[in-house]
């Protein structure tokens, strides 16, 4: 069954410390892989697709076909970041179709 | 003001009762979503529909009924036989819309509807 893991419900890191949050998949075939991410009071929203290969807020994402992972990550967090982060899968046979993770929810400390 | 609408933003039934979630959006997108969003849970598809007239079961449509006959409409209906109601729904619409940009698996998400059962 195709899956998303997000191991990490919670994490919390110091302002201008680096963040990293953690995404697998499992899928056998080319997936395309996406950060979705809610702030306080928002409305859930895209953040960034591999595909794209661009950096968002700071942010930016590697797939790694390898290790099936889509790990998010930013050097310098700050606290406008603070928000939950959901990692999601499309399979190519299935457009727009999309698999979500638990979620990971990020606190940025002062 | 375009986008993806949900109402009512608050909803309470009686148990035993059936209850519809509104979902409508004006950016021309063929595919809508329905998702229920639970504490540690995160997002489980109910029912999706990429074009008028036609939807598919998601992960979870136990219990949930919906219908697609016009494009920019997708209500959800929670049923009695839907054994734990009381959540928090999501809308979504995905496509082209006609202009530049956008794409068929970026998803745009309404506000929500909190629905408790009582």
């Known amino acids: 069954a195709q899956r998303v893991t997000q191991p990490e419900k919670l994490l919390s890191v110091f302002k201008g410390a680096p963040v990293e949050l953690k995404c697998n998949y499992s899928?056998?075939?080319?997936?395309?892989l996406f950060w979705y991410v809610q702030y306080s009071r928002q409305r859930l929203q895209l953040l960034l697709r591999?595909?794209s290969r661009e950096s968002i807020k700071g942010f930016t994402a590697d797939l790694n076909k390898g290790e099936t992972s889509f790990h998010l990550k930013k050097p310098f967090a700050q606290e406008e970041d603070s928000a939950m982060y959901y990692c999601?899968?499309?399979?190519?046979?299935?457009?727009?179709?999309?698999?979500f993770g638990r979620g990971t929810q990020l606190t940025v400390w002062p | 003001d375009g986008g993806i609408t949900q109402s009512p933003k608050y909803l309470f039934r009686k148990e035993g009762q059936n209850v519809t979630l509104s979902c409508e959006q004006n950016?021309?997108?063929?595919?809508m979503y329905w998702y229920r969003q639970d504490p540690g849970q995160g997002l489980r598809l109910i029912y999706y529909?990429?074009?008028?007239?036609?939807?598919q079961k998601g992960d979870i449509a136990e219990g949930y009924s919906v219908s697609r006959e016009k494009k920019e409409s997708f209500p959800l209906t929670v049923t009695s036989a839907q054994k734990n109601p009381t959540a928090f729904y999501l809308c979504?619409?995905?496509?082209?819309?006609?202009?530049?940009?956008?794409?068929?698996?970026?998803?745009?998400f309404g506000p929500g509807t909190r629905l408790t059962v009582l």
């Open positions: 979504a619409s995905s496509g082209y819309g006609g202009g530049a940009g956008g794409s068929y698996n970026e998803q745009f």
């Open positions: 899928y056998s075939g080319s997936p395309e």
């Open positions: 950016l021309n997108h063929d595919a």
């Open positions: 591999h595909i």
């Open positions: 999601a899968f499309e399979k190519g046979s299935t457009l727009g179709r999309l698999y």
């Open positions: 529909s990429q074009i008028v007239n036609d939807f």
